[in-house]
């Protein structure tokens, strides 16, 4: 199953150590609450054998110690399931649903139960059966398995290369903002990265890195999410070419273009209305009718296939070099020009044209 549903940031917190007793529960203090999932911070150690001691579970110390490099951990666990499991209202196979705690997701422990443990995961807080967690020492060995790593460009445009080190070959070009799957081990500062269907390395110089876990959802957020998603499948236009090749598609693109017109270029962006450089703006328009082109226009020269010139129709690309726009007709395109000009139309030939290429 993909990881479509709620995903947040881990904050961990350097602490000496932490004890949940069986049956009891911890509430977070109103002060170290934040919008992230808030994972409990570990008392003395001295407090924690006392408190051992005093409810007679002084041997089982190492089976709800979590450890960590940032310290030690009783209340995170993992799931264990296939698919998901239900997260109900009461400790009872039979009671209401209210969310789902799927295969891949972390689990803030609030309460151990007979037979079940209550959790929080994301913003769904319940019941789940406890054979369906992973806990304690288990739960440390198993926690790399769990955890998501992106990196963050912070650069306006960076290089992905087909090696560390920036001898090697441009794959393509990312941008600012833009984040990305970290695929394995960084070696030498360098990050290995999947942009759509490249594999490729970027320069830990121009990326952040940040490690999160994905979480449960509630009933109420699957459905919203459902929703969201099939709306995203029936977006896309559907458009039609005309067997004697002209395009009442073409057209409509073009139309949906020339709404952006005026607004700022930005170098790296793929916004129409913040701002979007040529390539950016190409691809961004291309998007809202359901057609994926690739970042740059040293890849846009190889999409669809190409025609002269002569044959151009509206909506095709007319590539330069290091320059895109859309055809629009009578000898003229729009695109994203410059930092002074933004979104605009000029000519078709006002330099050397390297491709002329029909994507639809």
């Known amino acids: 199953m993909g990881k479509t549903h709620i995903k947040q940031k881990l904050i961990l917190s350097a602490a000496a150590g932490m004890i949940l007793i069986p049956g009891s529960a911890l509430d977070v203090s109103a002060a170290g609450k934040t919008d992230e999932q808030p994972f409990i911070q570990a008392a003395g150690i001295e407090s924690v054998l006392e408190k051992c001691y005093e409810t007679e579970v002084k041997d089982n110390i190492n089976l709800y110690l979590v450890p960590t490099e940032e310290g030690e951990y009783l209340n995170m666990a993992f799931s264990d399931t296939v698919d998901y499991t239900y997260i109900r209202s009461a400790p009872d196979e039979n009671s209401d649903w209210v969310g789902k705690l ?28 406890a054979d369906s967690l992973i806990t304690g020492e288990a739960a440390a060995e198993h926690a790399a398995e769990y955890e998501d790593h992106t990196v963050t460009v912070t650069a306006y445009s960076l290089n992905v290369r087909d090696g560390q080190g920036t001898d090697a070959g441009i794959l393509t070009q990312i941008g600012l903002g833009e984040t990305y799957e970290v695929t394995g081990e960084p070696v030498d500062g360098w990050y290995p990265v999947k942009v759509g269907d490249t594999d490729g390395w970027v320069s830990g110089s121009y990326v952040t890195e940040e490690t999160s876990y994905s979480y449960g959802e509630t009933k109420e957020e699957e459905k919203a999410r459902l929703v969201e998603e099939a709306g995203q499948v029936n977006e896309p236009e559907t458009v039609e070419v005309n067997n004697a090749g002209s395009s009442t598609a073409g057209q409509a693109v073009i139309d949906y273009a020339c709404q952006f017109i005026g607004n700022p270029y930005v170098w790296g962006g793929t916004s129409l209305t913040d701002g979007a450089d040529c390539s950016g703006f190409v691809q961004s328009v291309y998007a809202h009718f359901g057609i994926s082109l690739p970042r740059t226009t040293y890849e846009m020269v190889n999409s669809g296939y190409a025609v002269s010139y002569e044959e151009a129709l509206p909506g095709d690309l007319i590539l330069y070099d290091g320059h895109v726009g859309l055809y629009m007709g009578d000898g003229t395109i729009v695109n994203a020009m410059n930092e002074a000009e933004g979104i605009g139309i000029c000519s078709a030939t006002y330099t050397n044209i390297i491709a002329v290429r029909r994507v639809i």
């Open 102 to 129: 799927y295969q891949d997701s972390a689990a803030q422990v609030l309460e151990y139960l007979d037979g079940w443990t209550k959790i929080r995961s994301g913003s769904a807080e319940g019941y789940v059966p």
